[in-house]
């Protein structure tokens, strides 16, 4: 995990650790300075200066190649960052076996970039006698050398570019290779160096870079005059947190970290959620809102409290509480040997009952009477499902049937019925005409007696001749 970044130059490096407990922030500054490919050094940082993020960030965009580095994996630079706030003192212990790893492969070694500095190891004190006078020797083992990095100008700063699966010579861990994250092609990188250090162009500092790795108290230290000096307009309570801890080897101070910057981000380990997590004011109206009622778990808990003194075992509490007792009951049933016993006899008992119903059908179907009965059953069956959709497909026969015979009978009503037959229409009009005449003579002409009418005459008043 920190293979990548172990070879930076420390004050780079402090600026860095720092800058991962803030992977929101990281990554945003990555975003920035991919869209101002430009800006470097001191001027890009006065750029970022009405930027959200916390200072340690601000001061990469110095640094095009390092945020271009992390901004490869944002999971890698919370793991980071994770880690560096968990186990400070693991983290800088890793970072110094790595140095020694590359020193002795013979990839880490001052030029015109950089100066490697090993700094004695402290000695162990001197054993003392024994009340007897006898002198007990304990082995003890031999202390580690301390490995520094400094930039040979102390206002130019090189960010060396390396393979780490390379530049370490045999990694010790075969099966887990470090990541190697190349530069991108926008920052070219010498490569002469192929299997050690390479370096780039140098960026020109003066205030960007305020903090210091302290190896001794596995701690980052930052030069408080030299910070506010620099960011006096942009973190003003950074800026009174360090004054206030300013005392610590007159103007140097441990860096603390500051979780405004986290951004949500959740933490990793339980510790630092509890050291670093922020309470906004108001929490506890918040909680009255989702329903947390402080007399309601009092009475939760007492009663929890009467079960417990009656022998019962009170519900589980949570998920997590219920698995834990899932857990230990199963561990309860693999330890008892009577519990075990009591489960292989009750599957020996379900095991006769399923057999003994499997030879009861199988007698039940043995039998000629039982099996003749059985088939006249199924018979039964299949004939009562034929005639059921035989029966309802009569009933829908007979129903439309008497809807057509309702159509043929029904009168007829249509003022254009005698345009298809002629004929029928012209007697059916005759027959209505003999009909009429018959209804207008006399009783007696319809009796059968003949009825003489005078002779009518011609119109116009003249006798007829």
């Not at 700063?157 to 290779?177: E, I, K, L, R």
């Not at 808990?301 to 509480?321: D, M, V, Y």
């Not at 330890?335 to 030879?359: E, K, T």
């Amino acid at each position: 995990m920190l293979a990548p970044l172990a070879l930076y130059p420390d004050s780079l490096l402090a600026q860095v650790l720092m800058a991962t407990t803030y992977p929101g922030n990281v990554a945003d500054a990555a975003a920035w300075s991919k869209a101002h490919p430009k800006a470097l050094g001191d001027d890009a940082v006065k750029q970022v200066a009405d930027q959200p993020w916390d200072p340690s960030v601000q001061s990469l965009v110095a640094f095009p190649l390092v945020l271009a580095t992390l901004g490869q994996d944002p999971v890698w630079v919370q793991r980071v960052g994770d880690a560096f706030l968990a186990q400070p003192e693991a983290v800088m212990d890793s970072i110094q076996r790595l140095r020694r790893q590359a020193q002795a492969a013979g990839n880490l070694q001052s030029n015109e970039q950089q100066t490697v500095t090993i700094k004695p190891a402290a000695q162990p004190a001197p054993a003392q006698p024994s009340s007897g006078g006898d002198t007990v020797v304990v082995q003890q083992p031999a202390p580690a050398q301390t490995i520094i990095i400094e930039p040979t100008d102390p206002q130019v700063v090189y960010v060396p570019s390396y393979n780490p699966t390379q530049v370490y010579g045999s990694w010790p861990y075969p099966a887990s290779p470090p990541v190697y994250y190349p530069p991108p092609p926008e920052y070219p990188v010498a490569t002469a160096l192929a299997t050690g250090l390479a370096f780039g162009a140098g960026v020109a500092i003066v205030g960007s870079l305020w903090g210091d790795c302290d190896w001794d108290d596995h701690e980052i230290d930052v030069d408080v005059e030299h910070h506010n000096n620099f960011n006096s307009n942009r973190n003003v309570n950074t800026n009174r947190e360090f004054n206030s801890n300013r005392n610590v080897n007159g103007n140097r101070t441990k860096w603390q970290h500051n979780p405004t910057y986290r951004n949500g981000v959740p933490y990793r380990d339980s510790a630092s959620r509890e050291q670093f997590n922020r309470r906004l004011a108001g929490g506890e109206q918040r909680d009255a809102l989702r329903g947390f009622d402080s007399t309601r778990t009092q009475e939760r808990a007492k009663a929890r409290e009467s079960l417990t003194q009656r022998g019962i075992a009170p519900p589980a509490a949570n998920n997590a509480q219920a698995r834990e007792r899932a857990q230990a009951a199963t561990r309860d049933l693999r330890d008892n040997p009577q519990a075990q016993q009591r489960l292989q006899q009750g599957n020996r008992d379900n095991v006769q009952a399923r057999d003994r119903a499997q030879a009861a059908t199988r007698e039940l179907k043995r039998t000629p009477e039982n099996r003749q009965r059985a088939q006249n059953q199924v018979q039964n069956r299949s004939n009562q499902a034929q005639q059921r959709p035989r029966t309802q497909n009569n009933q829908q026969i007979r129903e439309q049937a008497r809807q057509q015979h309702a159509r043929t009978q029904a009168p007829r009503n249509n003022a254009f019925a005698g345009a298809n037959n002629p004929r029928q229409s012209r007697e059916f009009a005759n027959r209505g005409q003999a009909s009429r005449a018959a209804a207008s003579r006399p009783q007696a002409a319809r009796a059968g007696h003949t009825v003489q009418r005078p002779a009518r005459a011609p119109s116009g008043g003249g006798r007829r001749r």
